[in-house]
């Protein structure tokens, strides 16, 4: 089974600044089959980015995903106060689709 | 639009067992993959498995073989996730999910989520 790193395991921005979270796997990720996605308290996940960097209907394009093989980074270029949240990677590339641990974007 | 409902909270027994359903609609049902996707209390998300309504066929994560099953009934556009043995451990909500597309198998819709709790 694919194992999935994300770091750091929080992240203390103030809006306006730049957010940059890695997503790194155990072994290469077939495909770039790579989806990120942001949950707040009480919520269901909701999908920001599939295939490494295709970004979801509806997701603003300060959204962005990048990345191959067993490296992959998604990057908000300019937090908003509604993107504090938390954000999983999910890889969809092997037989069992394993998700990071998450990483927490925190206002300062 | 796509909606997912999903049934009611659960309170259960160790060593019991527990049946989610799923109910789609919106959309074609049998044209899109349904995972099941769990989050304990204050951690992060847990793959369980992956439903193809349309056969049947499955794939679960190594740590439920033997103790998931997923099914579907494609009369009335439901998928079930039952887990059975249960344990505290098994504690959390316990969320369907539909895949974007039909061979892009991120989760793009979700249910609201089921809350299944396993105490004595």
């Known amino acids: 089974e694919i194992v999935l790193t994300q770091s750091p395991g929080t992240l203390i921005l103030s809006p306006g600044e730049r957010a940059t979270l890695s997503c790194r796997a155990s072994?290469?990720?077939?495909?770039?089959?790579l989806a990120w996605y942001q949950q707040k308290p009480g919520q269901a996940p909701k999908l920001l980015i599939y295939g490494a960097s295709n970004r979801a209907t509806g997701i603003p394009d300060r959204f962005s995903g990048s990345g191959s093989g067993s490296d992959f980074t998604l990057t908000i270029s300019r937090l908003e106060p509604e993107d504090f949240a938390v954000y999983y990677c999910q890889q969809y590339g092997s037989s069992s689709y394993s998700f990071g641990q998450g990483t927490k974007v925190q206002i300062k | 639009q796509v909606q997912l409902m999903q049934s009611g909270a659960e309170v259960k027994k160790p060593g019991a067992s527990v049946k989610v359903s799923c109910k789609a609609s919106g959309y074609s049902f049998t044209d899109y993959f349904i995972h099941w996707v769990r989050q304990a209390p204050g951690q992060g998300l847990e793959w369980m498995g992956i439903i193809n309504p349309d056969g049947g066929g499955r794939a679960y994560a190594q740590k439920f073989q033997g103790r998931v099953t997923m099914t579907r009934d494609t009369s009335t556009a439901t998928v079930y996730m039952e887990l059975n043995t249960l344990r505290s451990e098994d504690t959390a909500v316990y969320y369907c999910?539909?895949?974007?597309?039909?061979?892009?198998?991120?989760?793009?819709?979700w249910g609201q989520g089921t809350l299944v709790t396993v105490s004595s």
């Open positions: 072994e290469s990720i077939s495909d770039n089959y």
């Open positions: 999910g539909r895949c974007l597309l039909a061979r892009e198998y991120s989760v793009v819709s």
